[in-house]
């Protein structure tokens, strides 16, 4: 009992010499000593561990072993304690109750965590940058930066990850999964980011960004920046071999391969067909397998891409986008408007020459 309540006093008696971090016990302070006498050292990436347990617990990310699994869904786990947590998502249980919001927890250890978001504590600083962190396990990740070691490999290519995290998003480009999956459509991707730039691209009709020269409103800041050229007149991409210059990176990616022979062509296997980019050769791929994953939201319709979505919502809506630059006029689809303006351009040039007769 002793020993415990030291663990709840303030005052650290015990310094380590060798990185002055302190200590309630003795006992603590040797088993940290571990660390630097590198006693229990992983062979596969060098790192140092205080207690052999640690060690063998920790062998098992890079062998994959995982002997724990839960009886109600089949998940596996490296360590035991790591399944009876697991475990309370099944049953609900949630003992640990944070006393300034009411956030309740499965685990103490997160509760401890979670007041120090609170409180802005965040006792883990590095000692290269200075950054400072919430948790040692943040903090140790972080000074992969500093220190390039990748302890996590892939199997299938041998390309290394700092964190295993990534290395989890890699291995998806060999298996091909696509764990999530757009509420609204049939359409899958590897990263959840990938779903809600998905969604917000294709299926929101919010569009914060407008134009300061003609109004017309866009869903990215992206969007904006490519179609302000079309008044500026503004050409940023430059070809490194002439003198001809793009408005849009994939326009001068096109002219390298077409007139430079710069790059490498993206060729579909059926076809045989050349795209510059391999968003556009995987857009082409969906026409063979006949999938049409964009469903509009006000009919049945399906469509291949996200852009003849696109051109077919403005059908249900009556809002009006694109601008005459000539009269003024708004209409529903840019063809029109196009269509529209040329017209108005060979007459304004009639009136013109009437004006100068």
């Not at 920790?58 to 998940?75: A, I, L, N, Q």
């Not at 007041?115 to 802005?120: A, D, P, Q």
């Not at 200075?130 to 996590?152: D, E, M, Q, W, Y």
């Not at 899958?188 to 990938?194: G, I, N, Q």
């Given at each position: 009992?002793?020993?415990?309540?030291?663990?709840?006093a303030?005052?650290?008696?015990?310094?380590?010499?060798?990185?002055?971090?302190?200590?309630?016990?003795?006992?603590?302070?040797?088993?940290?000593?571990?660390?630097?006498?590198?006693?229990?050292?992983c062979?596969e990436?060098?790192?140092?561990?205080?207690?052999?347990?640690?060690?063998?617990?920790?062998?098992?990310?890079?062998?994959?072993?995982?002997?724990?699994?839960?009886?109600?869904?089949?998940?596996?786990?490296?360590?035991?304690?790591s399944?009876?947590?697991?475990?309370?998502?099944?049953?609900g249980?949630?003992?640990?109750?944070?006393?300034?919001?009411?956030?309740?927890?499965?685990?103490?250890?997160?509760?401890?965590?979670?007041?120090?978001?609170?409180?802005?504590?965040?006792?883990?600083k590095?000692?290269?940058?200075?950054?400072?962190?919430?948790?040692?396990?943040?903090?140790?990740?972080?000074?992969?930066?500093?220190?390039?070691?990748?302890?996590?490999?892939?199997?299938?290519?041998?390309?290394?990850?700092?964190?295993?995290?990534?290395?989890?998003?890699?291995?998806?480009?060999?298996?091909?999964?696509?764990?999530?999956?757009?509420?609204?459509?049939?359409?899958?991707?590897?990263?959840?980011?990938?779903?809600?730039?998905?969604?917000?691209?294709?299926?929101?009709?919010?569009?914060?960004?407008?134009?300061?020269y003609?109004?017309?409103?866009?869903?990215?800041?992206?969007?904006?920046?490519?179609?302000?050229?079309?008044?500026?007149?503004?050409?940023?991409?430059?070809?490194?071999?002439?003198?001809?210059?793009?408005?849009?990176?994939?326009?001068?990616?096109?002219?390298?391969?077409?007139?430079?022979?710069?790059?490498?062509?993206?060729?579909?296997?059926?076809?045989?067909?050349?795209?510059?980019?391999?968003?556009?050769?995987?857009?082409?791929?969906?026409?063979?397998?006949?999938v049409?994953?964009?469903?509009?939201?006000?009919?049945?319709?399906?469509?291949?891409?996200?852009?003849?979505?696109?051109?077919?919502?403005?059908?249900?809506?009556?809002?009006?986008?694109?601008?005459?630059?000539?009269?003024?006029?708004?209409?529903?689809?840019?063809?029109?408007?196009?269509?529209?303006?040329?017209?108005?351009?060979?007459?304004?040039?009639?009136?013109?020459?009437?004006?100068?007769?």
């Amino acid at each position: 009992m002793k020993a415990h309540e030291q663990i709840h006093a303030t005052e650290r008696l015990y310094s380590c010499s060798h990185c002055e971090k302190r200590f309630t016990t003795h006992y603590y302070l040797n088993t940290h000593m571990n660390i630097h006498s590198s006693s229990f050292k992983c062979t596969e990436c060098g790192r140092c561990f205080s207690r052999n347990k640690d060690l063998t617990v920790h062998r098992r990310s890079h062998s994959g072993e995982k002997p724990f699994e839960c009886t109600v869904c089949g998940k596996r786990f490296t360590q035991s304690g790591s399944l009876v947590v697991h475990s309370r998502i099944h049953g609900g249980v949630k003992p640990h109750k944070c006393q300034l919001c009411g956030k309740a927890f499965s685990v103490s250890h997160n509760l401890k965590i979670h007041i120090r978001f609170h409180r802005g504590n965040k006792p883990y600083k590095c000692r290269v940058c200075g950054k400072a962190f919430v948790t040692s396990s943040a903090l140790n990740s972080h000074f992969r930066i500093h220190s390039g070691v990748k302890p996590h490999k892939c199997q299938e290519c041998d390309k290394a990850f700092s964190w295993s995290e990534s290395l989890k998003r890699h291995m998806r480009v060999h298996t091909g999964d696509k764990p999530y999956k757009c509420s609204l459509c049939d359409k899958s991707f590897k990263r959840s980011s990938h779903v809600q730039s998905h969604t917000h691209a294709v299926h929101s009709n919010r569009r914060p960004y407008y134009c300061p020269y003609c109004g017309k409103l866009f869903k990215s800041s992206r969007d904006l920046k490519c179609h302000v050229y079309t008044h500026t007149g503004a050409k940023p991409y430059l070809c490194g071999h002439c003198s001809d210059r793009f408005t849009r990176h994939h326009q001068l990616k096109t002219h390298l391969l077409k007139s430079h022979n710069e790059g490498t062509w993206f060729t579909c296997h059926i076809c045989e067909k050349k795209f510059a980019l391999s968003g556009y050769l995987k857009q082409h791929l969906v026409r063979h397998e006949g999938v049409k994953p964009y469903v509009c939201d006000e009919c049945p319709k399906r469509f291949y891409s996200a852009g003849e979505l696109k051109q077919h919502q403005p059908r249900h809506s009556d809002i009006k986008r694109f601008c005459c630059g000539s009269c003024g006029k708004y209409f529903k689809y840019k063809q029109t408007v196009k269509r529209h303006f040329s017209i108005c351009s060979v007459k304004l040039g009639y009136v013109n020459v009437f004006l100068r007769r």
